[in-house]
């Protein structure tokens, strides 16, 4: 065949492999061919979480109600932070279970080469479908958790005047992608870089941690004033968190310019996210 | 020509050997602040220094390999350790980019690199075969159409509810292996699975694969196993050194690659340091007396001596040798456990197997031998092959002239008696 042969006939080729592919060539139209692969992941990551436990499910449950408790007594028993006026319980509760999501999200995807090296490194699918994956079944336990703080919240609705749910509801999908993107920009930002630097697994771990004293979980925002006020505005999932509390518990001292920042701040660390990953997932075999 | 479903064209690979990250960031601030004051890069490899060439810190695993398969083509890619046969299956399964060059590939390409991938012990058979076939690309429907025929096809029947992590290995192979043989991808790219289970699965699996190659699509093969790349393929592909030594017929290639071989005494594995091999074979050398040698007489014996690494504590694995002629026949094979039949778990570390044996019954000729690392009927761990030949004289002398003139894969001077009938 000669290469004239091979220009004629370039458009019947279903696949080119190239050294580097563009910085453009993102092939997400393979991810969605690929979506029964990763709503079979999803299931085996659910499935898998509580097989061969004797709670099962229940495990769902009893993650976030400990927490809370715990929170409860800690933060609110024996610190006496102040929770605006809403109750402790219902409070923390709020925080944990948005935090939660947050923090899964990015904890578990940001090994997604690492522990996937094996698999990665026989066969070929979209990459991007193993965080995709763990986003979506870390929902599952999310929705586990949200509806136990709603049981709580109709609950406290019935016995306090302190609770005023209000229109903001309607944000709860928005927050939810803001999460969820936050969540798997950074993941997959960190696991690109985890193929050259291992140093990162160890911080991600703490990270999260620390990241949780520095968004308003177990405070309001209410209660941080001056230069402090502006370091934990700067921080994405602030806006986040107090959207949700001020959504279903009707105080906060937010302004709603901090949800577009947070938006925005979204798109970004999502938009790069999904480059470097693009670009490390072509080569990383080879380093890992 | 329509009938080309995948066209090669420079295909390069180049692996970094010294430069591969240092692994911290701590690491690369270090060696990049070492070269911005002039210093040495404290993380050099002592030693390593010595060879004097920048180049040397590459390693062409493959360099401008161009080539073109035909619809309905089975070829066979066959080559010495690392001569680089693996990295083009994984540039063309898309486990890894290329350096330089371009593949066009016509249909679904799938591969069989390792069967298994991607199994999860909790879950049971049946969930895997669809977790499994999604991850090499079928979607939810194909698996269910495929599904009795692989459940059949696996003979695990009884079992599919069960968590794989009750299965025998030999089970859990099957199944994985059934899967795989399911795709039913235009392209099919099989990488050396055939070592894996009992003997009459892997008939079964051989049956399998020239069924495929019959129905008109697509197989690439890579076996170290001539009879098998023989029997399975119309068109060869020797690599040797990253480059195309030969392509052509099958059995003009095979014996092309089996003519070539030179006496070589001692083996060092020349494997990049990024394959992870759990019991991988690192030197295995031929000695006479203690002596490294290539040249024997019959009335000798020689010693064999494989050295292997284990990178993490493993089980039931074993060490084997083949001998074989010139005309690639098996002479004899051994492992390590042929008088022991023991389980050992062994330690991370480096360990040195030998095996010593009387040469009186071979016939003089030229000789190779392939050592392999294994856990029986479940994983190959490590091939080296023809990683060793050597020469063997016959100093019989009286027998000389007959052993010459006789038939036979072996010789043996047997004794006899004549009496008188009645």
């Known amino acids: 065949m000669t290469s004239q042969d091979i220009l004629a006939s370039r458009n019947e080729w279903d696949l080119i492999i190239r050294p580097q592919r563009s910085w453009w060539d993102l092939r997400l139209g393979e991810l969605w061919r690929y979506r029964d692969l990763i709503w079979l992941l999803v299931w085996r990551d659910f499935v898998a979480y509580y097989k061969q436990t004797i709670l099962g499910p229940l495990w769902y449950l009893i993650q976030p109600l400990l927490t809370t408790v715990v929170f409860t007594v800690i933060f609110g028993g024996i610190a006496h932070l102040s929770t605006d006026g809403l109750p402790p319980f219902l409070f923390y509760m709020a925080g944990n279970t948005v935090w939660s999501y947050f923090a899964a999200c990015l904890t578990n995807t940001s090994n997604t080469f690492t522990s996937n090296a094996a698999i990665f490194g026989k066969v070929y699918f979209p990459r991007l479908s193993i965080p995709v994956s763990v986003i979506i079944s870390n929902l599952i336990s999310f929705g586990i958790r949200l509806g136990v703080f709603l049981a709580f919240w109709v609950y406290f609705m019935l016995t306090s005047s302190a609770i005023h749910p209000n229109p903001w509801i309607l944000l709860l999908p928005v927050l939810l992608v803001l999460m969820a993107g936050q969540g798997l920009g950074l993941g997959i930002i960190i696991s690109s870089l985890t193929t050259k630097y291992r140093d990162l697994q160890q911080l991600v771990g703490f990270g999260v941690q620390l990241l949780m004293y520095a968004t308003p979980v177990i405070y309001p925002l209410s209660t941080v004033t001056g230069i402090w006020r502006w370091l934990i505005l700067a921080n994405p999932m602030t806006a986040v968190v107090e959207t949700f509390r001020l959504a279903f518990l009707g105080t906060s001292s937010l302004s709603p310019i901090s949800l577009l920042y947070s938006a925005g701040f979204m798109v970004v660390v999502f938009v790069i996210g999904v480059f470097i990953f693009n670009r490390v997932e072509a080569t990383f075999m080879d380093t890992v | ?422």
């Open chain 2, 1 to 422: 020509m329509p009938g080309t479903v995948i066209s090669v064209e420079n295909l390069s690979k180049c692996y970094r050997l010294g430069v591969i990250g240092t692994g911290t960031f701590h690491g690369d601030l270090d060696r990049w602040l070492a070269k911005w004051r002039g210093k040495p890069d404290p993380y050099q490899i002592i030693g390593q220094a010595d060879h004097g060439n920048r180049q040397g810190e590459t390693l062409w695993a493959l360099k401008d390999i161009s080539f073109q398969v035909q619809q309905g083509e089975a070829l066979g890619i066959i080559g010495r350790n690392g001569a680089g046969k693996s990295t083009l299956l994984k540039i063309l399964s898309q486990v890894t980019a290329p350096t330089s060059g371009t593949v066009r590939v016509k249909g679904r390409i799938a591969s069989l690199l390792e069967v298994g991938t991607g199994f999860h012990p909790e879950l049971t058979g049946r969930e895997n075969i669809y977790l499994n076939g999604a991850i090499m690309g079928m979607n939810r429907a194909e698996v269910a159409n495929k599904f009795d025929e692989i459940v059949d096809f696996s003979g695990v029947d009884q079992f599919i509810d069960t968590p794989v992590k009750r299965y025998s290995s030999g089970m859990y192979v099957r199944l994985a292996f059934a899967v795989a043989a399911h795709l039913e991808p235009e392209i099919l790219v099989v990488d050396e699975v055939l070592a894996v289970g009992d003997i009459e699965f892997q008939k079964k699996c051989l049956g399998k694969m020239g069924d495929v190659a019959k129905e008109g699509r697509t197989v690439l093969f890579v076996s170290h196993n001539m009879v098998a790349v023989a029997s399975l393929c119309s068109k060869g592909l020797l690599i040797d050194g990253g480059k195309i030594e030969q392509a052509g017929e099958a059995d003009f290639v095979i014996s092309k690659y089996l003519g070539k071989y030179e006496t070589k005494a001692e083996y060092r594995s020349s494997r990049s340091p990024t394959i992870k091999n759990k019991l991988g074979i690192v030197r295995a050398s031929l000695l006479k007396n203690n002596v490294i040698s290539d040249t024997f007489y019959s009335s000798e014996n020689l010693t064999l001596q494989i050295e292997c690494e284990v990178k993490e504590s493993i089980k039931g694995a074993q060490i084997a040798f083949d001998l074989l002629n010139e005309a690639d026949q098996y002479v004899f094979s051994s492992t390590n456990q042929d008088l022991t039949r023991r389980k050992d778990i062994l330690a991370p570390g480096t360990y040195v197997f030998e095996c010593k044996f009387a040469l009186n019954l071979l016939r003089s000729g030229k000789y190779r031998i392939n050592v392999s690392s294994s856990i029986p009927a479940i994983e190959m761990l490590d091939i080296a092959d023809s990683s060793l030949v050597f020469n063997l004289l016959d100093d019989s002398s009286p027998m000389l002239m007959l052993g010459q003139n006789r038939r036979g894969i072996i010789f043996l001077e047997l004794p006899w008696t004549v009496l008188p009938k009645g």
